[in-house]
Every structure is written in structure tokens, then in C-alpha cells.
T-cell receptor
């Protein structure tokens, strides 16, 4: 019974490059959430997606960041032209459906380092 | 904006003692709260949740208490073990009645001493 799977676990990029982070939700889960965490801080919401739709992107910067959750395949968080400030741990969570009060289950994150 | 915060950044307890981790929230409309445990290098792990129509919920060795009057949430861990050492976060649902983003507190580090 696989949990939320994220890859890669660690990603190193140089300034100006693109970063692609992947997330496969738990089986049967159709809702995906992306969060960002800086060291010694709590998680900050970025974006919430259902299959093929962005539901809430209020926490995602308007420039350079994008997210998708296609009909087939994992959800992708894409960061273009990365800068040093993008260094962080990015976590993906999933939940089963549209009902309220269902816990989000997290993957082990991708640690992005920008050189 | 609305936020969830914690009173203590670090809590040290002896093995076998009970631990109490506190959380204050500011959004009175929040109706769902979750406690997560995060170990080093891992993602947050679900511990227990509670809805706003309850004031107490128990799990295995853990109890969550909700006081809506003062907007306070606590996590009690009975007979704390070394494996309980981690950072604990409370989180709240920002949009009552729907699946939505969570707002996390800054975390409390629990250190279990032998």
C-alpha cells in the first residue's frame, strides 16, 4: 500500500536552470497539494490540484512557478529560472476526495538546492 | 492573515513521562485540525485529527484536546518514548466544509531524554 511518492528526493540546480518535481498520490487519491518548507519552519501552502484542474494556487508565486496534475501520470511542480531563494524542501500531499475533513497524507519531499 | 502558532519551540521530556504540545489558532471559522509528526529528512506523518464539533479525541497513546473558546489545541502523548522525538505541527483547514489547503504552525521540537 504505497504512500505518496515524490521524486527526486534531492535535486541540485544552478541558477537559471529549470527544476521539475514529481508527485504520485496515494492510490485512489484524486486531490494533490504542494507545500514548501524552509529549515526550522512550518510548511507553507502553494497549490491544490485535482485531476487536470488547478483548484487553488493562492500560495504559488505568479512568475516562474507552475503546477499540473494531468489525467495520466504524476503531478508536476515546475520552477523555471531557479534562484537561490528557491532552495527549500517541497512536499506533496494527497487526499481521497472532495469531502471535507479528510487528512492529507504527505510524501517525503524533494530537497531542492540551488548553486 | 490568519495563522496557526505554537507556544514552545522545544520541549524536553524524560522517557516514560507524558508530553503536552500546545497550539493556538486565530481563525475562529476553522472546523478541522490535524497534528503531524515530522522526523528529520521525512515528510509530515499524520497522527490524529479533530473536528470542531468535538473537544477531545483519543488515539493510541495520543489525545487531542480542542478548546474553541480560547482557540487552543493541544496534543498529549502518554508514556513518551525515544521514538516520539520529532517536530510536531498543528494544522488547520482554511476553508470549512471543503477539502482545501492547510495552514501549519511553526512546529515544536520534542526531545525525549533517557
Amino acid at each position: 500500500n504505497a504512500g505518496v511518492m515524490q521524486n527526486p528526493r534531492h535535486l541540485v540546480r544552478r541558477r537559471g536552470q529549470e527544476a521539475r518535481l514529481r508527485c504520485s498520490p496515494m492510490k485512489g487519491h484524486s486531490h494533490v497539494y504542494w507545500y514548501r518548507q524552509l529549515p526550522e519552519e512550518g510548511l507553507k501552502f502553494m497549490v491544490y490540484l485535482q485531476k487536470e484542474n488547478i483548484i487553488d494556487e493562492s500560495g504559488m508565486p505568479k512568475e516562474r512557478f507552475s503546477a499540473e496534475f494531468p489525467k495520466e501520470g504524476p503531478s508536476i511542480l515546475r520552477i523555471q529560472q531557479v534562484v537561490r531563494g528557491d532552495s527549500a524542501a517541497y512536499f506533496c500531499a494527497s487526499s481521497p476526495g472532495a469531502g471535507a475533513n479528510q487528512p492529507q497524507h504527505f510524501g517525503d519531499g524533494t530537497r531542492l538546492s540551488i548553486l | 492573515g490568519e495563522s496557526v502558532g505554537l507556544h514552545l519551540p522545544t520541549l524536553s521530556v524524560q522517557e516514560g513521562d507524558n508530553s503536552i504540545i500546545n497550539c493556538a489558532y486565530s481563525n475562529s471559522a476553522s472546523d478541522y485540525f490535524i497534528w503531524y509528526k515530522q522526523e528529520s529528512g521525512k515528510g509530515p506523518q499524520f497522527i490524529i485529527d479533530i473536528r470542531s464539533n468535538m473537544d477531545k479525541r483519543q488515539g493510541q497513546r495520543v489525545t487531542v484536546l480542542l478548546n474553541k473558546t480560547v482557540k487552543h489545541l493541544s496534543l498529549q502523548i502518554a508514556a513518551t518514548q525515544p521514538g516520539d522525538s520529532a517536530v510536531y505541527f498543528c494544522a488547520e483547514n482554511n476553508r470549512p466544509g471543503t477539502a482545501s489547503k492547510l495552514t501549519f504552525g511553526t512546529g515544536t521540537r520534542l526531545q525525549v531524554t533517557l
